[in-house]
């Protein structure tokens, strides 16, 4: 019915309880009966037109906050950027239903954690943790397998996460293929209207997707970056960290160190015991130099038995020598390689950034050359690039007093 129509069917019924009320003289009691059943059910046709009318808007409402979060989605880039797109939007949706809340909980070592909530009363759950053992197996094996689970009452298993209410939650697995990425919890004072559900379901989908993608992308990420065999930064990442180090160096007027090394009978190892034992030897090398460093210093690899290790923020040369002091004192330990101790001492070269130094390779340059000065003298020692030569500590030095006192003095 048109909204003319609508108005007059209105007017009809104005003007038909006009005459009625008017004229009692002139009509008989089946018109009167006529008229009544007339406007009950013109006001019956009002009524249901007029809910139908607000059905189908809150059913195209829902289809815009669809809409606008697989437009949203697109761009999102982590996992947190999609956890609040998602609530937002979940929160939406569940606009007519009182009480509702949602969040959203993400995997962790030891379950779960509430990653993002919205809904009454839900801003001080987020962050709180989920263990796997407040719930039950059944329900986990539910869960991961990608079965959308009704629960009555979750106070018990969930009482940690602030939800320790006694009425039925929806937990929607966001599930990607064989990759479980977390769960879409749900619940209202009531139950979820079939058309809600459904909604639901499209934006569970929508945000597994965006997040397996997400997922995907910093894996792939990783992987360009990172070097397969040891996990350590490749030739790209090292470049990249090396150009930010140098321009950070310049304004703050301290300089960068670049320490490269590489290990003195490596071939050898890959000849004799094999390319297997070669690669359990690189790994082993790799977790040594990531006890050599700092948290802010940046260990990778260029590629065979070569390393680079890059510091920032040096007070002088004393502490790239420190470093070095360690990696060599690391690495000159034999490394146990299957019932084998096999030994490849490491030559390191050093060279540190100096004022107007921009380019990265020509920094490395300066290591190269230092590294193969200290390869000279055999192996199991490092050259400080523009420094006289000297032969190093053969342990760790604890502290740069102590390396001050033993070493000659060198360009800062």
Excluded at 18 to 40: C, S
Excluded at 197 to 202: D, K, N, R, S
Excluded at 204 to 229: I, W
Excluded at 235 to 258: I, M
Aim: net charge neutral.
């Amino acid at each position: 019915m048109t909204k003319s129509e609508n108005v007059l069917a209105g007017s009809g019924l104005i003007v038909a309880a006009a005459w009625w009320l008017m004229e009692p003289t002139t009509r008989g009691g089946a018109e009167a009966a006529a008229i009544l059943v007339m406007l009950v059910l013109l006001s019956r046709l009002l009524a249901n037109r007029n809910e139908g009318l607000r059905a189908l808007r809150r059913a195209v409402a829902r289809e815009h906050v669809l809409s606008e979060l697989g437009t949203a989605l697109i761009t999102a880039t982590v996992p947190a950027e999609v956890h609040r797109l998602a609530v937002t939007a979940a929160g939406e949706l569940l606009a007519e239903c009182p009480g509702a809340r949602v969040s959203v909980l993400e995997t962790t070592d030891g379950g779960f954690a509430v990653a993002d909530s919205a809904g009454a009363g839900t801003a001080a759950v987020v962050g709180r943790q989920v263990p796997v053992a407040s719930a039950p197996p059944e329900l986990l094996a539910r869960l991961t397998a990608g079965e959308v689970v009704e629960v009555a009452d979750m106070s018990e298993q969930y009482a940690d996460a602030g939800e320790a209410h006694a009425r039925p939650y929806t937990l929607m697995p966001l599930r990607n293929g064989d990759r479980f990425l977390g769960v879409l919890s749900v619940s209202a004072d009531g139950e979820l209207p079939s058309e809600v559900f459904q909604a639901l379901q499209a934006l569970r989908t929508q945000v597994s997707l965006a997040l397996a993608s997400v997922a995907l992308t910093a894996e792939l990420t990783e992987r360009a970056l990172h070097d397969p065999l040891t996990g350590l930064a490749n030739r790209a990442l090292l470049r990249e960290r090396l150009t930010v180090a140098l321009s950070r160096s310049r304004r703050s007027g301290r300089p960068v160190g670049a320490l490269l090394l590489d290990l003195n009978g490596f071939k050898q190892v890959n000849d004799v015991h094999g390319h297997a034992a070669g690669d359990d030897l690189l790994k082993v090398v790799a977790d040594r130099l990531r006890g050599c460093v700092r948290t802010e210093d940046v260990v990778g690899r260029l590629g065979g038995d070569e390393f680079v290790i890059i510091a920032e923020d040096l007070r002088s040369a004393r502490d790239a020598m420190v470093i070095a002091d360690r990696v060599v004192a690391a690495l000159n330990e034999a490394v146990p390689v299957g019932r084998r101790q096999l030994s490849t001492p490491a030559s390191v070269g050093i060279a540190l950034s100096h004022a107007g130094i921009k380019d990265p390779d020509e920094l490395l340059r300066m290591a190269d050359t230092a590294m193969y000065t200290a390869k000279r003298r055999g192996g199991g020692s490092y050259e400080l690039h523009g420094a006289p030569s000297y032969e190093p500590s053969p342990v760790v030095l604890p502290a740069v007093a102590t390396l001050d006192r033993r070493r000659p003095k060198l360009p800062v």
